[in-house]
């Protein structure tokens, strides 16, 4: 969600003020952000097995095209990086996308309404074809709804909209704004639901609405925290930009500390559950997190506003 509207923004901008995309600056500018923490993980994956969370990996060729969402199934090592690829994917896809719509101004309404509603067709049939003991087989699942990018294209579809309306329909924008005070219960509710369909049997009901649904709560949500009328955008939470700014660094790496913590505690009987490595799992998650993002990270960054402007 907050990809589709923060990058959608970024494309859309000079689109509004009737100038071309600038691609070259885009596309390096996203892979100086993403790509350098990334390969330094990957290499860790590859050249130090011994430390994965599970034997099994994909082929390196898949993550380095970012395809590794592709046919995937749960318990394999580095299987986290999916919505990696499926952000990847977004970034190639979406200029190419505004290009055809910059040309043809009625795709604008036709293309978000075909993803969602062929979002909709398309996680109901791979469902149906999918049965399992009490509904829908898990396995099915995963390798066919959860983790493609075909049928989680709803939050990214719902934040380029949101942004295009900010860009291009700046009156329909300041309505909903001002209609943001009655969006955050509705948006709560609708998110809340959301996760309580994946508690129950896994049906073809959840598999069509679950997603969609999440999606809807965060775009409310997202609404709101942009709102001028609530107080949202002007709250400064202390320690919210630091964890922030680690925040990739930490989703790249957080399951080899997981793991390395779960053999440190075995090795010396701290039970899984308890306090003790509890604290050992939040330091150490975001210690490696800093670490990652002030040596790897952070000097790209760094590149990137010197030669990416």
Request: proline share 6%; charged share 10%.
């Amino acid at each position: 969600m907050l990809s589709g509207y923060l990058i959608g923004g970024q494309l859309l901008a000079p689109l509004a003020r009737e100038q071309p995309m600038n691609l070259p600056r885009f596309f390096s500018r996203r892979a100086l952000r993403i790509m350098p923490a990334y390969l330094v993980v990957l290499a860790v994956y590859f050249f130090l097995p011994s430390l994965r969370e599970f034997p099994e990996i994909s082929p390196l060729w898949k993550f380095l095209i970012s395809i590794q969402n592709i046919n995937l199934r749960g318990g394999t090592a580095f299987s986290h990086a999916w919505s990696l690829a499926i952000e990847d994917q977004f970034y190639l896809a979406l200029p190419l996308l505004l290009i055809f719509i910059n040309r043809w101004n009625r795709a604008a309404l036709i293309i978000p309404f075909a993803v969602f509603v062929g979002g909709l067709a398309l996680r109901g049939t791979v469902a149906y074809l999918n049965p399992g003991e009490s509904g829908v087989s898990f396995s099915g699942f995963q390798k066919f709804i959860y983790y493609p990018t075909w049928t989680r294209l709803d939050p990214l579809v719902f934040g380029v909209v949101l942004t295009a309306l900010e860009k291009f329909r700046p009156s329909l924008w300041n309505r909903l704004m001002n209609f943001a005070t009655w969006l955050w219960l509705p948006g709560l509710v609708a998110i809340v639901y959301g996760l309580a369909l994946g508690e129950n049997d896994l049906t073809i009901a959840t598999c069509v609405w679950q997603f969609p649904l999440i999606a809807v709560g965060m775009a409310m949500l997202l609404v709101c925290a942009v709102s001028p009328r609530l107080p949202f955008r002007r709250v400064e939470i202390p320690g919210a930009a630091f964890f922030a700014s680690i925040a990739y660094s930490v989703y790249l790496s957080h399951k080899l500390i997981i793991h390395a913590i779960i053999q440190f505690c075995s090795a010396h009987n701290i039970a899984l559950t308890s306090v003790s490595a509890l604290i050992l799992v939040e330091i150490g998650i975001y210690g490696a997190g800093f670490i990652l993002f002030l040596s790897i990270e952070r000097p790209f960054l760094q590149l990137r506003r010197r030669i990416a402007h």
